[in-house]
């Protein structure tokens, strides 16, 4: 059967797209409170006019995005986008999405390359231009978009062809719908793309949705499938990204052919829905449209569309996930005698250290969902007793066993260690990280997911077999953090830390992004380059809070003085504890969703364990 879906024939496409639009989630109203002024925007990046930088055929673009945090004064990588071959006008598929905060300024960058080289290393490919602005101009531009002109850097003693028109860079902001469903769809065609002499075609699939301007903005591009009834790569992505959660919101799927030369026609295109997808026969193919509006010979056919829900990192551990938590500590010689004060393992009376600090902040918070109360910790790159021999693995125990039992043990077990080892060197990674991906190997259920946090001053000496190590890593329950103390050139971290390139090693790509990486200097520099207030800044606002209290209510008694330096201690925890977990849900989910758990499997084996445990209870109480 065929069918044409050139038309909606229940509304027009600019209707389409205003159904159910997404309204941002707001706080109950508390009077004398502060709101969480938030919501989640997507940005879809198109460039027009680029130039060309290749000799026999046309460039092939890629956008790298850079974002400055509050108070920082340089870029930190946030993402890339896929790269696009042969094309000066692309709409790159891959979005970024952000949280847009009303009260503060979002620097973002966008670095547009032309990219040829196998290298990952920016500075080897062909610059095409960049530009700075921020997530605010980006939003208030509309539905129809920011277009900027990019910076280009044009030699003098070359002829300028001032009639061409200039490069420029269109970003469009949409807010985002909470994400609930996932989409797999599966398309086939029929008669798709002419033979060139004995070549079959080779073609590929792009969705688009429509926006409130009536633009149509690129979501998902396929792989290739060659023959002229290619059978297209299987399509997993959540409706938010699909639709914005719009099932009616207005789709375009267009069929493309790519030529001898690199450079790709469209065969023609169909108007449709989500909802009409989920609806449809899979066995009816569905008429396409050429470009010019007159029918095709081509077809597409819905192998396969479902929707399934989301499962939450909340469901996940009510399910029954319990975390991991395992600490592994920097012991060279870099990080300075513990005996100066300035060393960053200074034993400082009535205080605590970057290494003490880093320690408790992020410890605290996963103790929280690690029930079994074990907090391993390892040490590396020191010399340790009994003869002094150097070691890149070892409990700070050191006994056989490196379990510390809770926050307050790892830190007394930490103190008492410092003072029976000789900091020595090199800062190996490697090491640390097999020995916990071990452990986490054995676990094949779901039931358990381990979080390596990794204490270090400095930059590591053993880049490829730690790569090959993370890489090995991925395909286990864990998740890396570093967290890199003192006043290391730290550069070098952002190659582990995935978000922007996934990380690779002889030739293998890491399954999942599980590493993440944050700088943290001491306690008041670290504040002040995330814009955090210090304990100084707060204290006339505290003043004012405590004499309005004492107007108000009847005098309490006087609690115990902290100084200056501790409540900055503590401010500081605070942040950096939300800035090192925050990417754990995400990887958490990711694991499960690659091994097919879901939290009623999880469920199901929480209440057999339960059951087994009660009957085992039953039998010793018998006997």
Known sequence: ????????????????????????????????????????????ISCRHL??????????????????????????????????????????????????????????????????????NLASQDSLGF??????????????????????????????????????????AEELASEKDEVTLKFSGSSCGIWNACIP??????????????????????????????????????????????????????????????????????????S?????????????????????KSSVKIMQCTLAPISTFLEFIQAGVEMRCCFAIDFTCSNGDPEDPLSLHNRTIGGTNPYEQAIHAVGTIVMDYDKSNALPAWGFGARIPPIGDT????????????????????????????RKIQLYGPTYFAPVVKTVSQMASKVKGGEQYYVLIIVTDGVITDMAKTKRAIVEASAFPMSIIIVGVGEADFSAMQELDGDAVRISANGRVAQRDIVQFVSYRSARAWLGATGECTADDLAVALEEMEDDEMEDHEPKPPEPPENDEEKTNRLAESQLAKEVLFEIPDQLKGYMKAKGITPSMLEIKKKKREDDEKEKAEEEQEA
């Open 276 to 296: 009409k997808l989920l609806k449809c026969d899979h066995q009816e193919r569905i008429m396409l449209m050429t470009p010019d509006g007159q029918p095709s």
């Open 391 to 418: 070691s890149h693995c070892f409990p700070i125990t050191l006994e056989k066993s490196p379990n510390c039992g809770s926050v307050s043990g790892l830190l007394d077990l930490y103190r008492t260690c410092i």
């Open 1 to 44: 059967m065929l069918k044409s879906w050139s038309k909606l024939s229940f509304m027009s496409v600019n209707k389409v797209a205003a159904v159910n639009r997404p309204h941002r989630v707001v706080d109950d109203f508390v009077p004398g409170t502060a709101g969480n002024s938030t919501s989640t925007v997507e940005v879809s």
């Open 51 to 120: 130039a060309n930088k290749d000799v026999l055929s046309k460039s092939d673009p890629m956008c790298a995005v850079f974002y400055k945090p509050p108070g920082a004064k340089t870029w930190v990588p946030f993402m890339r986008t896929e790269v696009v071959e042969n094309d000066l006008d692309p709409d790159f598929a891959a979005k970024i999405t952000m949280e847009y905060r009303f009260e503060a300024v979002q620097g973002l960058r966008f670095e547009v390359y032309d990219w040829d080289s196998d290298s990952n």
């Open 201 to 274: 075609p080779r073609t590929f699939f792009s969705i688009s949705k429509l926006n409130d301007a009536g633009k149509y903005l690129l979501v998902y591009k396929s792989k290739f499938a060659r023959g002229s009834n290619p059978n297209w790569q299987l399509l997993k992505m959540t409706s938010r990204a699909l639709c914005n959660g719009d099932h009616d919101r207005a789709l375009k799927i267009e069929i493309y052919q790519r030529n001898l030369q690199g450079e790709s026609a469209s065969i023609g295109s169909v108007l449709t829905t989500l």
């Open 131 to 172: 530009i700075e602005t921020n997530l605010a101009q980006i939003v208030t531009a509309g539905d129809e978009g920011l277009t900027l002109e990019l910076t280009t850097t044009k030699s003098t003693f070359l002829p300028q062809d001032f009639n061409k028109p200039h490069e420029i860079i269109i970003l469009t």
